[in-house]
């Protein structure tokens, strides 16, 4: 992909689980609602291959539709106390941010933008950012299509004025992936969220790494 280090001008970042580390959040969130709604109660370490293997959805099958519109109202309640961006991360993107590319996020936790702008700060990534976005389909949303990121994706090659062909979507799990495919983006899967490598291959991004720690290698950025 190194021929795309003078195509492409933006940058579209995921946050959990591509940025930062919420792994123990995830499962809090998760856990919390399936006593809720009365379902498995499962530990860590079968949360983990269960996601691993994109397999949670088998056991919030029948609560689904009103399951995760609800858990990304809440993520953003359950702050962990040791999250933290992952490894290289930071500098990654201050040598992204150096080589002049514009640099956005976007969350499918439905809440205020400006309440992940101050998360982002807290953990370091302040000033890096040319545009924070949260989850702007309506809280109504059900099932998957509160997932979708299309939308968000297509606000910002809008406000930025370029063509999806000059964009890299960047996220850990295959919504990302597929958001970024539908508009013509070029999409890098990440490997640090704990999804499966085949799992992630199969939706074909157009390259994967372990982490974003790793895209200026891969890009030849130096």
Same mark, same amino acid.
């Given at each position: ?68 519109? @609800?858990? +990304? !109202?809440?993520?953003?309640? *359950? #702050?962990?106390?040791? %999250? $933290? ?5 930071? =500098? ?52 998957? @299509?509160? +997932? !979708?990121?299309?939308?968000? *994706? #297509?606000?910002?090659? %809008? $406000? ?5 062909? =000059? ?56």
């Amino acid at each position: 992909m190194e021929n795309l280090r003078d195509r492409v001008k933006l940058f579209i970042f995921d946050l959990d689980g591509t940025l930062i580390d919420t792994s123990d959040r995830f499962y809090n969130v998760f856990m919390f609602l399936a006593e809720k709604y009365g379902l498995k109660k499962i530990s860590r370490d079968e949360f983990r291959v269960l996601y691993k293997n994109n397999r949670l959805g088998d056991i919030i099958l029948q609560v689904k539709q009103r399951f995760l519109p @609800e858990f +990304l !109202q809440i993520y953003h309640e *359950f #702050k962990g106390a040791d %999250e $933290k961006p992952f490894e290289g991360v930071v =500098e990654a993107l201050k040598l992204l941010k150096y080589r002049k590319y514009l640099l956005s996020v976007v969350t499918g936790r439905i809440i205020d933008s400006e309440l992940v702008r101050l998360e982002l700060e807290k953990h370091g990534l302040n000033g890096l950012f040319d545009e924070i976005l949260a989850n702007n389909l309506y809280s109504k949303s059900t099932g998957e @299509e509160a +997932l !979708q990121k299309t939308r968000s *994706f #297509k606000l910002l090659i %809008e $406000k930025f004025n370029i063509k999806p062909e =000059e964009c890299v979507v960047v996220g850990d799990y295959v919504t990302d992936i597929l958001s970024g495919k539908r508009l013509g983006c070029w999409t890098i899967g990440v490997l640090s969220g704990g999804l499966d490598y085949n799992i992630l291959r199969s939706v074909h991004p157009d390259a994967i790494v372990l982490s974003v720690k790793d895209i200026p290698s891969l890009l030849k950025i130096i």
